[in-house]
């Protein structure tokens, strides 16, 4: 009986999925599954760190659990990125939008945890993504998509399997983020 399992972080953009994730490497030294895409690197963002950076033709060659397109670009995800994090760890956790979340709570059942982020201040999240750094025109053409529009809700699919959290104020969300990995670590089976 395996106790491994993957967190799946999601929602919509500039909810704070990066920022999980990064908190649960290093409060839990949980490795990340680094995914790939056909987007461009943001300032500061590394090949085989914050994604494989793809081109469309790369793209094509790899075999994927699940792969989305998002507001014009590719992104996906494989069965062997999860083995390689398991190898390192039983608790690792992902990246996904809300279409990836849904297939892995399909494909991967009680092995999967989901974690669906919310920030109900739009303004609040657009200002998160200028601080962020992003330029003007990617911000208006992601607001714009219609993926960004989906992930503010949590899908139908989700309702009863994801966990959510209102990502306002972090220490709360550090808390949060915190009960719920601690219910996996007395009792791995228990949760969900
Ligand atoms: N389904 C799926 N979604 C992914 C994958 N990699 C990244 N994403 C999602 O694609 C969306 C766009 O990612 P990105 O361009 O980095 O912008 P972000 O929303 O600001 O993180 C986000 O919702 C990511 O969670 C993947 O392999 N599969
Ligand atoms: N609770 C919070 N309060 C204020 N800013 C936050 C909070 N959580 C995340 N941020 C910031 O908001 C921006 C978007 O977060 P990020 O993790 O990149 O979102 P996502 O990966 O979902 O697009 C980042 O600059 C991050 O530092």
């Known amino acids: 009986m395996t ?6 972080i999601t929602g919509p953009t500039g909810s704070g999925k990066t920022t999980v994730s990064q908190y649960m490497k290093e409060h839990y030294n949980m490795p990340q599954v680094i995914t790939h895409t056909t987007r461009s690197p943001r300032a500061g963002e590394q090949d085989g760190v914050d994604y494989y950076f793809e081109t469309p033709a790369s793209f094509a060659t790899k075999h994927y659990l699940e792969h989305v397109t998002y507001s014009g670009n590719q992104y996906g995800s494989s069965r062997e990125g999860l083995a390689a994090g ?9 990246v996904l ?6 297939t892995y709570a399909k494909e991967l059942g009680d ?4 974690i669906y982020l919310e920030v ?4 609040a999240l657009l200002e998160r993504l200028t601080k ?3 330029q003007q025109a990617r911000i208006e053409r992601r607001v714009a998509s219609k993926e960004y529009l989906r992930d503010q809700q949590l899908p139908v699919g989700l309702v009863g399997h994801a966990q959510v959290i209102v990502n306002d104020d972090w220490a709360q969300t550090q808390q949060a983020l915190d009960q719920l990995i601690a219910q996996y670590q007395t009792d791995p089976q228990s949760a969900n």
């Open 111 to 114: 092995q999967a945890v989901i």
């Open 97 to 102: 939008d809300t279409a990836g979340a849904v």
């Open 132 to 134: 962020r750094g992003d």
């Open 86 to 94: 398991w190898q390192r760890s039983p608790f690792i956790s992902i």
């Open 3 to 8: 106790h491994n399992k993957v967190f799946v």
């Open 120 to 123: 109900p201040n739009q303004q």
